[in-house]
């Protein structure tokens, strides 16, 4: 049995496999069956944070392949859970994670997480110990609907470039870009976007406004190890001019600063001097006519311009719509 947690666990031709899969998906023809892998199969999403693409597109694809969703949420009336080991449960939590991920199997046949990390302490945060929980104790697989890494985002991505520039990405100029946002935000997309666009071949650059935006060392050193293996580099930068210039795709998102994790407000005014590394017209006209999306939500004139969002260079629609088709194949490949 495997688990879909992140795209660091499965090779660079079985995520291939899975992206074939989900254009092979997405080009049926509307109202037409797209497979039966999930017939008679039931598939419960819990949701401890809000959403609107990942949920919709999970509800949407286990009934595309004939199974059944059960959404679970504290909202919904789920039992608050203990995911810590060996503590007396005298506190707000009714229900251990164990026993919730082993009754979870029993009904059901497979089990997706959603789970932020606190903001608290990321020495704790990068833990994972939700994800990791459930896939320790479930008797199904696991898929990761984003903690601290969002793989099915990523995947959805890379199938979007695939789309716009062809199979072969190995050699293109990615610019992962931190931007402002007047909140500190998660870093899984971040992480999640280096691994992966290092692990098709892609020359990474890393802008971030200082040295604290640099993400958790485990993503950085991952990467690395992707770019040696494809003969390409991982290049960490703070100058926007040189991150910019000759870019083949740039990818948007913003992050707070690790070392700030739990004293957010010393951030705040750091964060607030760098609203300038918006992307916007000035910045795009330095890339190689580059492609440029965001994972969603987003704030515009704020994160990106309208007019770069708007424009036909902007793949955000493609790649929010691809995560339906790649959790469809993701669903089909842990399915069996």
Known sequence: MRHFLN???WSRPELQVMIDEARAFKASPPNQQW?????????ALLFLNNSLRTRTSF??????????????????????????????????????????AK????????????????FADWKEDRKDKILNAFAEYADVPVINMETITHPCQEMAHVMALQERLGPELDGKKFVLTWTYHPKPLNTAV?????????????????????EEYVLDLRYMN??????????????????IGEAYSGADVVYAKSWGALPYFGNWAEEK??????????????KMAKTNNALVSHCLPMRRNVKMTDAVFDSANCIAYDEAENRLHVQKAIMKALAG
């Open 269 to 282: 005014p750091i964060r607030d001097l760098y609203r300038h590394f918006i992307v916007d017209e000035e």
């Open 59 to 100: 509800e949407v694809g286990v009934k595309h392949l004939g199974g059944h969703a059960v959404i679970l949420s504290p909202s919904g009336g789920m039992w608050p859970l203990e995911f810590e080991d060996g503590v007396v449960m005298d506190g707000e939590a009714e229900e251990h994670v164990k026993e919730a």
């Open 190 to 210: 971040a992480n999640s976007a280096l691994m992966i666009a290092a692990k098709f071949g892609m020359d990474v650059t890393l802008l971030t406004p200082t």
């Open 103 to 118: 009754v979870l199997s029993r009904y059901c046949d497979m089990i997706g997480i959603r789970a932020f990390p606190k």
């Open 35 to 43: 497979g039966d892998a999930l017939k008679g199969k039931t598939v």
């Open 222 to 239: 991952q990467a690395g190890q992707y770019a040696k293996e494809n003969g390409s580099k991982i290049t960490v930068t703070h100058d």
């Open 7 to 9: 795209t660091a666990d």
